[in-house]
């Protein structure tokens, strides 16, 4: 007698999806395209979501790579993964109407890096080549900064007094990989300072940490997110760490693929902080539709911080209600 199949099931990991900064900057580019009309210039992707890039392009975000395309004296916001101050002088020089979206965690790395060089320290700077938040953030002290990215790096790096040395890491980071950095530079350095607080964000780590919890239990991991986010990449490598057998990232349901689904009694569901719940609700209907109709939330953390928009956009809304009466 052949036993029973096993049933099919959905593990939807808690939290995910959009984190505070996120939500700040996506209604932010909203806001301002409600407040000053189309069209409204954004520096790079304001997050990296494919999805939500498009929906604000419908509404008339134009999307830039530098600042030199926006028109002069046009509005601009600059994304959530900050900017270097050379890219606000720009803006100044080019009489644009600037609104800062970047996330407070990311600015918190900024003036971390203020700090440590005003105070002639070198800074190791934790995080991935190219990626715009460790390109702003490195413009911040570019004297001062040298990039680490990854365990490896760590053991080339020369500075110039280990005495006065200290690290700062990208926000959206593996936190084992960067733990793990971390670990091969005191190795070292033995002196080698902390940030005053964690750099890496509440809400990666609380991802992270929710898909650690279901992925021995799963034999599929699907991440929904964008490839050029770093915490949506993350999340699929922290899946097949955890015991996860496949893991895969989608932008959304139609890159779905049945094959996937082969032997497969759990699935892990888990989207990256960029990402809107709508894209998961989409998922899941897939896989509604394919047999896996119950769906548990594993709940491994809870959110409540919450991000006021930027001064700027804050100043200019109150004045068009003041003057509205």
Not at 96 to 119: G, N, Q, S, W, Y
Not at 204 to 232: H, P
Not at 254 to 272: A, F, K, N
Request: net charge negative.
């Amino acid at each position: 007698m052949t036993s029973p199949a096993p049933a099919k099931r959905v593990l939807l990991a808690a939290p995910r999806g959009y984190c505070a900064g996120v939500d700040r900057a996506v209604v932010t580019v909203e806001k301002a395209l409600e407040l000053y009309g189309p069209p409204v210039y954004v520096r790079k992707q304001i997050v990296h979501n494919t999805y939500v890039v498009q929906s604000l392009e419908a509404k008339g975000a134009v999307f830039v790579e530098e600042t030199e395309e926006v028109p002069e004296g046009s509005t601009v916001v600059f994304s959530a993964h900050g900017v270097a101050p050379s890219v606000h002088e720009e803006a100044r020089q080019r009489g644009l109407k600037a609104i800062d979206a970047t996330c407070p965690l990311v600015t918190k790395v900024h003036l971390e890096a203020r700090r440590f060089a005003a105070e002639d320290y070198d800074i190791l700077l934790i995080g991935h080549e190219g990626h715009e938040e460790v390109v702003g953030t490195t413009g911040e002290a570019p004297a001062h900064i040298t990039l680490v990215d990854g365990p490896e790096a760590a053991d080339e790096i020369e500075v110039r007094d280990p005495s006065r040395v200290a690290w700062l890491s990208q926000t959206t980071l593996s936190v084992d990989e960067t733990q793990e950095t971390v670990r091969r530079l005191r190795a070292r350095l033995p002196l080698l300072m902390d940030p005053p607080s964690d750099d890496i964000c509440y809400a990666t780590q609380n991802r992270q940490t929710a898909v650690k919890q279901i992925s021995a239990q799963c034999e599929l991991v699907i991440v929904v997110g964008s490839r050029n986010s770093s915490n949506s990449v993350r999340l699929v490598e922290v899946a097949l760490e955890s015991g996860a057998r496949t893991s895969y990232l989608v932008d959304g349901a139609d890159e779905l693929r049945d094959e996937w689904l082969d032997g497969v009694s759990t699935v892990g569901l888990t989207s990256g902080a960029s990402v809107p719940e709508v894209l998961v609700r989409d998922v899941l209907g897939w896989l509604a539709e394919r047999g896996y109709a119950e769906t548990e939330e594993v709940v491994s953390a809870e959110e409540s911080l919450l991000f006021a928009l930027p001064v700027e956009l804050r100043r200019d809304l109150k004045a068009a209600r003041q003057a509205a009466g």
